[in-house]
């Protein structure tokens, strides 16, 4: 079965909208009608169409919206033409007010992608979202792992988070794309300092909707103890899912800087691929274990 990630922030956003396919379901082929916007000018206005509110004054794409840029579609307006609602009946767009504390605005590129296809292998790079907000993208370097650079840093910046709304008290969606699956105790244990990060601020009051983990490829470094990594973070209750890129990129996603990607070579595409494929297979292997069969290396504790 294909497990393919999704934003929850999308199915959330078909949710309110009430149409649409089923959450979870969404084809790029099954984007949400754009909003209608009349053109003709208000009525009792004078004055050239170049004073008037324009198409581009509304927002026409739901899925970026709605997924992307934390717009939350509202009830459609039923009044009177006015110079604030030139459109009446069209669905209007309130915007959230975005998070002023994210650590980059950082992309996956072509650089992060060759770091674990062919010659070019190199450390982990990972995106990490908080209630659809992007918080942005660490690597491994200087000898740290992505996983504990991101950790480090909502640590630190918490407060802050809390502070200007992005995080709040209950249902938070936590979500990390990663270009190699967390390590594991033989190596820097990055998969147990992600289930003590989410314990850590469960404990402190703040509630999760099932954390989300979207991988794109498999860290075999230590393999047994890289799988016993994701069996310990799918038991804590972490959502795993393989990372889709090259889908992603149809679908124009954010945080991807697809104008770079398509300067991957045809056998890095290919290899890319593959290395998807066979995460799936790793994924789909741990969902046949059994709940109680929690397998761990001699030398390995919690």
Known sequence: MQKTFRDPDFDVAVQQRGVGPAPGKVTPTQRLPAPSVQRSSPAGATGPR??????ADFTNDPWMDAAHRGVVPSAPVDDAP?????APGAVQFAKKKPSTTVANKGKIGKTDLRGIVGKYQAGTTLMCTLNGV????????????AEARLIHWLNNNWDKLVEDGTVKQKDNRFVVRLTRSPCGAKDADCGGKLRAFIKSKTDEGYGFREPRIAIASMYRKNLDSSRNSLRKLKSSGTKLE???IEQEMADDAPHLNVDSINGLSAEELEELNTKRDDMQMELDELDEEKSDDEKSDDDEND
Do not use: R
Not at 50 to 55: A, D, G, T, V
Not at 82 to 86: D, L, M, Q, S, V
Not at 134 to 145: L, N, P
């Open 50 to 55: 170049s004073q008037l509110p324009s198409l």
């Open 82 to 86: 006015t110079a604030a609602n030139p």
């Open 242 to 244: 393989t990372w889709d």
């Open 134 to 145: 992007t918080i942005g993208k660490f690597s491994a370097t200087g000898g740290k792992h």
